[in-house]
């Protein structure tokens, strides 16, 4: 019996090692396999990190060149040149008679007064400086009745006058090439039926009707 339990004590011996040899080695390729599997997570967090960073500099590049081009359009807008180069006595005399017929009128009301004066100077039916057209005399009698009553020497030009005067000789022009205006409710019934019979309607804005 003794020596019967030898053998199979051997036996049972060989097959536990053998066992543990076999446990090792699925040990052994588990790890490989984990280990490769980790490698591959690896190689692809360092290749999202790669194109991330790409995308982070493409985008950076972008933005800058977008705010290159930016900062070019808003230094060709500040360097915008005017249309009308005015000697100081005909701005003067822009300035003032804006003030002295719009007063009252919002900025666009005095721009349009502004476009009007320089629509003429532009026009051939009129002279060729704004300080020509404001003291133009037809048959004797002025054009505008601020210089007729001498208001046109006695305004204070206002600081939204002036704005309304520089967007007109930068050349903005909201006026549908207006050649007249007239304020109705203080025009005569004769000055009134003069414009409405010779010149054509336009549109009106503010007080102002204006025609062309």
């Known amino acids: 019996m003794e020596a019967g339990f030898g053998r199979y004590g051997q036996y049972g011996l060989v097959l536990l090692t053998a066992s543990l ?3 090792a080695a699925w040990i052994c390729a588990g790890g490989s396999a984990l280990n490769r599997a980790a490698a591959r997570v690896a190689v692809r967090a360092s290749q999202m ?3 991330t960073q790409i995308q982070e500099t493409s985008f950076s590049s972008s933005v800058e060149t977008i705010l290159s081009k930016k900062r070019v359009v808003e230094y ?3 360097q ?3 249309v009308y180069e005015l000697s100081d006595a005909d701005y003067d005399t822009l300035l003032r008679i804006v003030e002295a017929e719009a007063g009252g009128e919002d900025e666009n009301g005095k721009l349009l007064v502004a476009n009007v004066v320089l629509n003429r100077v532009d026009s051939p039916l009129f002279p060729d400086t704004v ?3 404001v003291y133009q005399q037809d048959y004797g009698v002025y054009q ?3 210089v007729r009553d001498g208001r046109i020497g006695r305004v204070t030009v206002s600081d939204e006058t002036r704005e309304a005067v520089e967007r007109a000789v930068y050349g903005e022009d909201i006026s549908q090439g207006a050649l007249y ?11 009134m ?3 409405d019979s010779s010149l054509t309607w336009l549109f009106a804005y503010g007080g102002h009707e204006f025609y062309g």
């Not at 205006?181 to 000055?191: D, T, V, W």
């Open 21 to 23: 040899v076999a446990a």
């Open 49 to 51: 990190r790669e194109v």
């Open 76 to 78: 060709e807008v500040l």
């Open 80 to 82: 915008k040149q005017p």
């Open 131 to 133: 300080r020509e057209v």
């Open 144 to 146: 505008f009745s601020p």
């Open 181 to 191: 205006f007239a304020a109705r409710s203080a025009a005569s019934g004769e000055s």
């Open 193 to 195: 039926r003069w414009f």
